[in-house]
């Protein structure tokens, strides 16, 4: 479907002064180039100046037949005719004809050295560019520069190659003086002389790089942008992909080069319908193969079909194939803002290709994809893309299109389209025409920048057309002729049935007639111009679709028309925003340069000023947008979020704008509500005035009742009205029932208004576990600010400093609970006892609850390393706090969980060791520092904690106390060096000698009792033999050897210093034993 828009873009229009009838004109670089009928002289014109004056004229050598000009060089390259012989040939330094320097060199393809440039300075020059085959249509890359041309049965790319004018010299001189040393002389003394020629200047030339074999078709037209190549016949275009590859590829060189048409002659041969896309292309029955003919470039070249597109006459309609032509095949490229046009690829690539009755427009890169289909009202010559709209030209109107190219390039550029965060209209939008300009007897377009260049002549025919519709009509009699002789043959009289001579009056069967469809050029010169039409700019443009659009604000606001004219000027400003400054002035637009009188400085400040009226009139769009979306349909209401965020209105403008009026029976709209739940579900800095919260209050009572408790707890609503908002939760309590977290936000509102005792009643209502999960139901009752990631700024509600004070438990099951369910980080919940000043109490207690609940390792790991330290600072800070300040403040009041309830209830936290009770006596310490103590100890105990992890931290406890030298026993036993604490044990406490060998020295470490500990005993109950604590432990130890050795083993153990009659009774009883055994 295609819109249709009274707006004007075209603002003004100038006729440009040549002598003589122009057959051919093309532009670029700021110039316009018209070839004469049947001359061989090319004038151009300036474009960008007023009245576009006469830049230069040159002539060719041959009767020009096609002309194109390419950006990047600067060069024209042109197809001509001279004694029945076709040429291309490539014109170079063409600006310098315009100081009157007569000078032109020419040289052949690859030959630099000897040309005429390097011997006496810059000057135009002609490039041969020999050919095997007649070259048929050219085209040059806009982005790199080269050259395609299109032959009868190939495609040949030619490379641009620059060189150095100095560097060149000194090859030519190292020539020169290898051949003829006496010029050395000569070309020193040309060398000093000062002449412009010395100038550094970049010679250009091409190197023949690639030939692409099509053996069963005849390029009509080609196309080259960043390595896709393009080519048109009167009803086929193929899209190919040449990339260079390190791989060689293998190529068919049995291709069949017989023409299918040739033994077809007398067949009716009809095509189809074909579109193929992507992958598929390579299914169409059209062969290519590749012949490399660079010398530079040693790689290889792998080939990629990318889109193929076949159409096909529908002849029983009464259309013949003149009207099925296709024309204007274009690759177009488009640059993101934040691209290089000089250093990086095109971020979208575009084919557009069209029939005299409809164009189509593809994307290529990142898929291929039919964004747009243009339906003409009346049969169009030629079109040409750019990158806000497509102009078109039919015999006497120039009309244009709106593209699609900016939403494709945007949402390239741009990875938060089409997201709650930014949106952007789709690139399938219906397209829409704007106003055409009437001309008479136009014949072709062709467009620079903001200027529309027009050929028009007024005759109604060229003398090529006149003889073709001659020929035409002679064939259509030739064919009437025969199929009714066939009908009468079977018996059949055409006469006698109006549907068979409506068919035979058809000509479907004449394809000769139409197979050339090349624009001649006129000579018999009646009347002609050439019309410069300036568009308007894309500020004026939106503006004048925005006046456009009021039409159905105030007839419909709703209407769809309106959606869609504001999404054609959102895409309009789109595409205006991806043109930098970099974009927008050439690098090769010598001619525009030189015509600016401004500054840098003066440039850079215009351009400022430009972006900032395109930023302000593209949040104006998005403001509009968001207006429409938000009154429309359910469909499509989510987008009015991101136009209204992309629009930077504050919520308090955007409430006005979709206020509903007292007299009007509309209510708020699905998408302004959508924006504001959205809004309120941020965690913004932002917080309203209470009229306006209350206003909040009164639009979701009114609209979605249910969305009150989110409401109420978004941060931007504290300065809601407590006792207002309480009446309104009270009457949705009568409609909808008693629930947990309305409740918990009446009681919110109740401690608001410092009414505690109704604030008590409302918690009391549901049990703790209820309460808990009404705040994982809505975690912002409890937390602001913890839906935005780990590094969010966190802060506690009034609820929670409540809880904090009189339901600590309540408030700490709550944060676990959160923490539990991905509502906050960890670091997020620290933040929060650190505002409550709850850091060395409740936020103990909070992780002490953690580790209970959390099944996330490395969750568990934090945890145990956290509390290990805490426990350490508690126990050293017990030791100085009566001869000097704490570092850190001791909880002032009892924890919610005892060491005994964690060793109880959390696996993490082990079960003390027998022997620490010995070193550690209960009751021998204060209450907090035997708390801590156990602690630390179950912790060590515990199968979770690491270690190594510890040590560096319990180097702050001395070992001179029992309990200090305990940790340490027991860090050292954890690490596996038992003999070491077996020897520290003896020495500090050695009555818990045998309590630790019976836990300790188990299984594999049993050996330790008669290799470690047995000699321990003997050696120091020798030493001291009165020590009734080691005589004991001698014993007990002597018992448990003689049960887990042999005789033999026994008697190994038994010192040689003649107290063996001590052991006897031990080594009877072991070999009692092994004889029991």
């Known amino acids: 479907m295609v819109h249709v828009y009274n707006c004007h873009p075209y603002s003004s229009q100038q006729i440009v002064q040549v002598e003589k009838e122009p057959g051919l004109v093309c532009c670029g670089g700021g110039a316009l180039f018209v070839v004469a009928t ?111 041309v299109g032959c009868e049965n190939t495609l040949v790319l030619f490379t641009l190659r620059r060189q150095n004018q100095q560097s060149l010299q000194n090859q030519s001189q190292q020539i020169v003086q290898s051949t003829w040393p006496n010029a050395q002389q000569s070309s020193s003394q040309s060398q000093g002389q000062p002449s412009s020629s010395n100038q550094t200047v970049s010679i250009l030339d091409f190197e023949r790089s690639v030939i692409l074999h099509l053996p069963i078709i005849k390029p009509k037209q080609v196309s080259l942008c960043a390595g896709y190549v393009a080519v048109r016949t009167e009803l086929e275009v193929l ?187 789709p690139s399938n939008l219906d397209v829409c025409a704007l106003r055409m300009q009437l001309f008479i007897g136009l014949r072709s377009v062709c467009v620079y920048r903001s200027h529309v260049i027009l050929l028009s002549t007024a005759d109604a025919e060229t003398p090529e057309e006149t003889e073709r519709n001659a020929q035409r009509r002679g064939l259509e009699l030739k064919e009437h002729n025969m199929l009714t002789g066939i009908f009468l043959a079977v018996g059949i009289d055409p006469a006698t049935t109006p549907a068979l001579e409506s068919l035979l009056s058809r000509p479907f069967l004449a394809r000769k007639w139409a197979l050339s469809s090349s624009k ?29 659009s009021q039409r159905y604000a105030e007839t419909n606001p709703q209407a769809q028309s309106l959606r869609h004219l504001l999404s054609e000027a959102h895409l309009l400003l789109r595409a205006s925003s991806l043109q930098t400054p970099e974009h927008v002035q050439d690098s090769e637009d010598y001619l525009v340069v030189s015509l600016q009188r401004e500054g840098p400085a003066e440039r850079r400040t215009a351009a400022q000023m430009d972006t900032r009226e395109l930023e302000e009139a593209l949040r104006q769009n998005c403001a509009q947008l968001g207006d429409c979306f938000s009154r429309g349909s359910q469909k499509d209401c989510h987008l009015a979020l991101p136009y209204y965020r992309m629009s930077g209105l504050p919520v308090t403008e955007v409430i006005a704008r979709n206020r509903p009026l007292p007299c009007s029976p509309h209510s708020y709209g699905p998408g302004f509500l959508f924006y504001l739940k959205h809004y309120l579900l941020e965690e913004t800095e932002q917080t309203l005035s209470q009229e306006a919260a209350d206003e909040v209050i009164d639009i979701f009572s009114q609209s979605e009742p249910s969305q ?3 409401v109420c707890a978004s941060p931007s609503m504290t300065n809601i009205s407590p006792a207002r908002t309480l009446r309104i939760l009270q009457n949705l309590e009568d409609t909808a029932g008693v629930s947990v977290p309305l409740t918990i936000t009446m009681a919110t509102m109740m401690l608001l208004m410092d009414d505690l005792l109704q604030y008590t009643q409302l918690m009391e209502r549901h049990a703790e576990m209820l309460l808990v999960y009404g705040f994982i139901e809505e975690p912002r ?138 070193l550690s006596p209960v009751h021998t310490t204060s209450f907090q520092h035997q708390e801590a103590l156990q ?56 009555q818990a000698i045998i309590a630790y060998a019976n836990h300790q020295l188990q299984d594999k470490n049993m050996v330790l009792w008669w290799k470690k500990l047995l000699p321990e005993l003997c050696n120091r109950t020798r030493a001291s033999a009165d020590n009734s604590i080691l005589l004991a432990a001698l014993k007990e130890t002597l018992v448990v050897v003689a049960m887990e050795t042999s005789p033999a083993e026994f008697l190994e153990l038994i010192p040689d210093d003649g107290t063996a009659s001590y052991f006897l009774p031990y080594l009877l009883t072991c070999s009692q034993r092994h004889l029991l055994a």
């Open 520 to 548: 001649g050029i006129s000579a018999t010169g009646q009347g002609w111009n050439i019309y410069v039409v300036d568009t308007v700019s894309p500020l004026n443009l939106y503006q004048e679709m925005v006046e456009y």
């Open 708 to 710: 009150l408790v989110s």
């Open 239 to 425: 899209v190919l992909k040449l990339e260079a590859s390190t791989e060689s590829q293998t190529l068919d060189e049995s291709v069949d080069t017989t023409d299918p048409t040739e033994d077809q002659t007398d067949f009716l041969v009809l095509s189809i319908h074909q579109e193929l896309l992507g992958d598929r292309a390579k299914d169409c029955d059209i062969p290519v193969s590749i012949e490399k003919t660079g010398l530079e470039d040693r790689g290889q070249y792998a080939l990629t079909y990318v889109l193929f597109r076949r159409f096909s006459p529908d002849y029983f309609q009464g259309c013949s194939e003149d009207e099925t032509h296709l024309h204007s095949l274009q690759l177009y490229p488009l640059f993101t803002s934040n691209q290089s046009a000089a250093l990086d690829e095109p971020a979208c690539v575009f084919c557009f290709f069209s029939l005299p009755t409809a164009g189509y427009l593809y994307t290529l890169k990142g898929g291929v994809e039919l964004l747009s289909a243009y339906q003409y009202p009346e049969k169009v010559l030629e079109a040409v893309l750019t990158d806000h709209l497509l102009h078109v030209i039919t015999r006497n109107a120039l009309q244009c299109f709106t593209v699609r190219l900016a939403a494709v390039a945007a949402r390239i550029e741009d990875p938060y389209i089409d997201t709650t965060m930014k949106a952007c209209p």
């Open 935 to 990: 602690k630390l100890q179950s912790l060590l105990c515990g199968p979770s904690l690491s270690v190594d992890s510890v040590v560096p931290l319990l180097e702050r406890l001395s070992e001179e106390t029992l309990w200090g030298f305990s940790l340490h026993l027991l860090c050292a036993t954890r690490r596996g060096k038992y003999g070491s604490s077996i020897e520290k044990l003896l020495d500090r406490c050695p």
């Open 38 to 148: 049947g001359g061989c002289k090319v004038e151009a014109y300036s474009v960008v100046q007023e009245g576009c004056p006469l830049i230069c004229r040159f002539a060719t050598m041959g009767a020009v037949r096609n002309i194109q000009h390419s950006k990047i060089g600067d060069y024209l390259v042109t197809i001509e005719e001279k004694n029945s012989a076709t040429y291309l040939r490539a014109y170079t330094n063409w600006r310098y004809q315009a100081e009157e320097k007569a000078r032109v060199g020419v040289r052949l393809l690859g030959h630099l050295l000897r040309g005429a440039s390097v011997r006496g300075g810059v000057q135009m020059e002609i490039i041969e560019i020999p050919l095997s085959e007649r070259p048929v249509a050219v085209a040059c890359c806009s982005v790199t520069g080269d050259l395609l």
């Open 781 to 918: 009752i409890l937390v602001h600010g913890g839906g935005g990631g780990q590094h969010t700024h966190i802060r506690p509600t009034a609820l929670t400093r409540q809880l904090a004070k009189s339901h600590p438990g309540l408030m700490v099951a709550g944060m676990v609970a959160l923490h539990e369910n991905n509502k906050v980080q960890l670091e997020q919940a620290d933040q929060i006892f650190t505002e409550l000043g709850c850091e060395n109490c409740l936020q103990v207690d909070f992780w002490e609850a953690m580790l209970m609940a959390s099944s996330q390792d490395a969750v568990i790991q934090e945890l145990l390393f956290r509390l290990a330290s805490v426990y350490i600072d508690r126990l050293s800070n017990t030791l100085t706090e009566m001869y000097c300040e704490p570092t850190h403040k001791l909880p002032r009041r009892k924890p919610l969980k005892s060491a005994d309830d964690l060793i109880n209830s959390c696996s993490h936290y082990g079960a003390l060791y027998p022997w620490l009770t010995v």
